[in-house]
């Protein structure tokens, strides 16, 4: 089992720029592979991004191409999400999770442990 804690969310204007950390409890950090999903206000979570346990294979959604990176340090149990250029539209609870599946996982059913989630806001 592993516990997760993000952080690194707060209020920004539009351009600018959010690294979100998220930290894992455990020695077994490496065996997950990780991801970073959001749900705006009234809306479904969906997927921002994810990585695989190495880090050599990531994937994004579509709407944060070229603006968002996901890097993860496994040395240090850490996995992040750089944001650039941030949009409005990016506003949202920012959740870390952790999955058994090997592998760039983009479905959340496949994340079994979640963190608690670090509020971004973007004022237009």
């Known amino acids: 089992q592993v516990q997760l804690v993000e952080s690194g969310g707060g209020l920004v204007q539009a351009g600018d720029s959010l690294r979100l950390s998220c930290v894992a409890s455990?020695?077994?950090?490496?065996?997950?592979?990780m991801g970073w999903f959001r749900q705006a206000p009234g809306k479904e979570r969906k997927m921002v991004a994810a990585i695989n346990t190495s880090g050599s294979s990531t994937g994004y959604a579509d709407s944060v191409k070229g603006r968002f990176t996901i890097s993860r340090d496994n040395a240090k149990n850490t996995v992040y999400l750089q944001m650039n250029s941030l949009k409005f539209e990016d506003t949202a609870v920012y959740y870390c999770?952790?999955?058994?599946?090997?592998?760039?996982?983009?479905?959340?059913?496949?994340?079994?442990?979640w963190g608690q989630g670090t509020q971004v806001t973007v004022s237009s």
């Open positions: 455990g020695r077994t950090f490496v065996s997950y592979s």
């Open positions: 999770a952790a999955s058994n599946t090997p592998g760039v996982v983009t479905t959340d059913r496949l994340y079994a442990y």
